[in-house]
């Protein structure tokens, strides 16, 4: 057979392969809308994606431990879900409920309304570091005196004392690795200055 006549024959296998390659895609696709759960419906955005293979990220971590049940209703009031399970990495300064109810009374409750929704994601943005930061990367950062940015836009101060790491003047009470980087409890809502 001459190179002429394979070529045509060879460009229309490939387009051939193609076509069921797309077939077999799109009739799979409707199987799994339909496993989809009504509220994954309305939330079309990462957060709405659950499997039983992947590590659990930052959000499924914190909705699986009561003490950050306040944390959770917060990410969700300010419409930050699909934000904070993102690829990453990202390290959450995550306060505990006792933190948020260090706050002034009614603080909490006057954040989470429709109407505060920007102020909220401000200062919830405030403990969201958009890089890796292990516990030994804070110290590294501590001892050469740097801040970290923050994905509000602002920076916090990382400080190594004798009882551990504080960051933005608040301890950071335990590490947990997450599948988008890492979460470090606190035991105070670090609330920036012009808030």
């Known amino acids: 057979m001459k190179l002429k006549t394979l070529i045509p024959i060879l460009i229309i296998a490939i387009m051939i392969s193609c076509k069921n390659e797309k077939q ?23 957060a709405s994606v659950t499997d039983k ?15 950050f049940s306040t944390l959770v209703t917060a990410i969700e009031a300010a419409g930050l879900e699909n934000s904070v399970v993102n690829a990453g990495p990202l ?4 306060p505990t409920n006792e933190a948020f109810g260090k706050l002034p009374e009614g603080t909490v409750e006057t954040l989470v309304k429709p109407e505060n929704k920007e102020k909220l994601a401000f ?3 405030n403990h969201v570091a958009p890089a890796n930061y292990p516990d030994t990367q804070l110290e ?5 005196g ?11 101060e990382v400080v190594k004392k004798d009882d551990g790491l504080y960051v933005g003047g608040t301890k950071i009470l335990k590490t947990v690795k997450v599948s988008n980087g890492w ?3 606190i035991g105070d809502v670090i609330v920036p200055k012009d808030k």
């Open 146 to 156: 740097r801040k970290l940015y923050m994905a509000s836009g602002e920076y916090l």
């Open 140 to 144: 590294k950062e501590a001892k050469k």
């Open 183 to 185: 979460i470090h409890v």
């Open 24 to 46: 077999e895609s799109t009739e799979t696709t409707p199987a799994a809308t339909e496993q989809a759960s009504p509220e994954a419906s309305e939330n079309q955005g990462q």
């Open 91 to 94: 390290t959450i300064f995550a």
């Open 123 to 125: 200062i919830l943005k």
């Open 53 to 67: 293979v992947s590590d659990a990220n930052a959000l499924q971590v914190a909705q699986s431990l009561p003490d």
